[in-house]
Each structure stands twice: as C-alpha cells, then as structure tokens.
C-alpha cells in the first residue's frame, strides 16, 4: 500500500483580504475593535481560508502576498496596474495585521519584493508538485496559466464556500486553449484590470481563433502571411507591445523564494492562535474554523 500524496494549498493573501474587505465595505460592517482598528477584512479572510481547508482538506496549507506595487513589470512598464487607487484607509492596517493572524496559526507568509504573489505562488507550485498535490486558492483568473496535471485552481465566487475548481481538462473544454496558451492570449487580447494593451484591435475571439491555427505567439508570428490584411497590420503595428504584453502576463516560476512541506503542515496551537485573535477583538472567529478539531494545545 503506497503512501498518500500530501496536499498543499496555496493562498492567494491579497486575493482573500480584498474581497473579505469589499463584501462588507459596501454596507458599512467595518468591525473596528476598541483601539479603532477595523477587522472586517481579516475577519472575512479567516472565514475564507478555513471555509477552503474544510471543503477542499488539504494537509500543507501557505499563504502568498503582494509586497508592494513596485515590482520587475512595473520596471518594464510603468502604467502596469496603474488604473488602480489606492488602498481604502480602512484596509491599510489591516495588511500587517492579517500576517500576524496568519503567524499565530504557524501558517507561512511567503512574499517577495520586486514580485507579485502570482510568481510566489507559481515558483512555490512549480517546486512542490514534485512531491505534493498543489491546490490554489485565489479569485484571479491569472493563475489559470499555472495549472497542469499536479497543480488545480480553486477560484472564488461570490459568497463563501462557492467555488469554481478547474483543473487542465476544464480549461480547455471552457476555453479550447491549453493553460501555458493562455499567456498568449493576454499578450494579444491585452488585460485592463492590469492596464496592459495587448495588440490594439485584438480581442478575445480572434485572439482564440489566432491561437487555436498557430499555438503562439512566436507561430502567428512566423505565419504573418497567412492572416488577413486587417489582422496582420494591426499584429505588425504592435509587434513591441505584443512581446511586452506576453511578459507582463507570463507568471515567473523561478523567484528566489521556497516553501518547506514540514514548515507548512496544519498544526495550529490552540493557545497561541486564540491569543492574537483575543488581541484583535475577533470575538467568535475561533467557531469560524472548520479545523476546530485541528488545534493541538
């Protein structure tokens, strides 16, 4: 009898924390504790993470983070996600203090600066496959790129506990593209949640159809003869942008970060865990957890 494969879950930290925050920002719910603070965000945080390590049971479970705006594709292309504003002031504590939670559980925090934590969690999954099963637990549908044979995406959807778990035979049958494919996409569709142009006059359709005769971006381009007229000048007018766009949309596999499987492992101390949360006046967020059963003194 062999062994079961251990299971890591990786956590998109951001991912979680934005949208805990924003399902309780519209109506005003910011919890702020007695020293002004609000929790809402964290609060949320928790239920996601813990409502996930219930459905989806893994055994390693660590958490990635942005670690700042700055980043290498910023450096390549400074308007990289420049459409976005800044932070809601009610959130910006709780960036620091939603790690601390995450310490006190002994789960790692994993981020690196000059990276976002899509290339965190691409270099994490690309190491731990080898010996693990990688789940991703996140909203953004970036990540979609990273998924293959070892590693399945768990995405978000609206509430807690609804999700949409794709694996490399859902993302083709949904997209008849493969998952590596979809960095090509971006690259000619482009993507306004991160700001980037792709090829100006390539959407979604022809992109697909472009990638599903020629497979990428290097084939289209090899084959620029074989377009139509429209297609072929609109590709040649934004050839730079086109190689930029693809490395901006490509997730690195190879930031010098690393994740031990033994420093991951669910083994959260009761005593240590409700301390912080106690700390944090996050009254009740203990029956929130599905590993209730999990805590060892």
Same mark, same amino acid.
């Given at each position: 009898?062999?062994?079961?494969?251990?299971?890591?879950?990786?956590?998109?930290?951001?991912?979680?924390?934005?949208?805990?925050?924003?399902?309780?920002?519209?109506?005003?719910?910011?919890?702020?504790?007695?020293?002004?603070?609000?929790?809402?965000?964290?609060?949320?945080?928790?239920?996601?993470?813990?409502?996930?390590?219930?459905?989806?049971?893994?055994?390693?479970?660590?958490?990635?983070?942005?670690?700042?705006?700055?980043?290498?594709?910023?450096?390549?292309?400074?308007?990289?996600?420049?459409?976005?504003? %800044?932070?809601?002031?009610?959130?910006?504590?709780?960036?620091?203090?939603?790690?601390?939670?995450?310490?006190?559980?002994?789960?790692?925090?994993?981020?690196?600066?000059?990276?976002?934590?899509?290339?965190?969690?691409?270099? =994490?999954?690309?190491?731990?496959? %080898?010996?693990?099963?990688?789940?991703?637990?996140?909203?953004?549908? /970036? =990540?979609?790129?990273?998924?293959?044979?070892?590693?399945?995406? =768990?995405?978000?959807?609206?509430?807690?506990?609804?999700?949409?778990?794709?694996?490399?035979?859902?993302?083709?049958?949904?997209?008849?593209?493969?998952?590596?494919?979809?960095?090509?996409?971006?690259?000619?569709?482009? /993507?306004?949640?991160?700001?980037?142009?792709?090829?100006?006059?390539?959407?979604?359709?022809?992109?697909?159809?472009?990638?599903?005769?020629?497979?990428?971006?290097?084939?289209?381009?090899?084959?620029? /003869?074989?377009?139509?007229?429209?297609?072929?000048?609109?590709?040649?007018?934004?050839? /730079?942008?086109?190689?930029?766009?693809?490395?901006?949309?490509?997730?690195?596999?190879?930031?010098?970060?690393?994740?031990?499987?033994?420093?991951?492992?669910?083994?959260?101390?009761?005593?240590?865990?409700?301390?912080?949360?106690?700390?944090?006046?996050?009254?009740?967020?203990?029956?929130?957890?599905?590993?209730?059963?999990?805590?060892?003194?």
């Amino acid at each position: 009898m062999t062994n079961k494969r251990p299971s890591l879950m990786l956590v998109d930290g951001m991912a979680l924390l934005f949208r805990a925050f924003y399902a309780t920002a519209v109506t005003g719910q910011f919890m702020i504790n007695s020293k002004g603070i609000p929790t809402n965000g964290i609060h949320g945080f928790i239920k996601h993470m813990f409502t996930a390590v219930s459905t989806f049971k893994p055994t390693h479970l660590a958490v990635c983070w942005d670690m700042g705006s700055k980043t290498f594709r910023t450096e390549l292309f400074p308007d990289y996600k420049g459409n976005r504003g %800044e932070a809601p002031v009610e959130l910006i504590p709780q960036f620091d203090l939603v790690k601390e939670v995450v310490e006190s559980f002994d789960i790692p925090n994993i981020g690196l600066e000059g990276f976002e934590a899509d290339d965190c969690i691409g270099t =994490i999954a690309n190491q731990a496959k %080898e010996h693990s099963d990688v789940s991703i637990l996140t909203g953004d549908q /970036d =990540i979609l790129q990273l998924l293959d044979d070892r590693v399945s995406v =768990i995405l978000l959807k609206k509430g807690y506990g609804n999700y949409l778990v794709h694996t490399p035979e859902t993302f083709i049958e949904e997209k008849g593209i493969t998952p590596r494919q979809m960095i090509d996409l971006k690259a000619l569709m482009g /993507d306004t949640s991160d700001n980037y142009p792709g090829v100006k006059g390539i959407g979604e359709k022809t992109a697909l159809k472009l990638l599903k005769q020629f497979e990428h971006v290097e084939g289209i381009i090899s084959n620029l /003869d074989q377009l139509s007229k429209s297609h072929k000048t609109k590709i040649e007018q934004d050839l /730079d942008m086109l190689h930029l766009s693809r490395r901006l949309a490509e997730i690195k596999c190879d930031v010098p970060v690393t994740c031990k499987l033994e420093e991951a492992g669910l083994r959260i101390a009761k005593e240590k865990a409700l301390s912080k949360l106690q700390e944090l006046e996050l009254r009740g967020v203990h029956r929130l957890l599905p590993l209730e059963e999990a805590f060892i003194s």
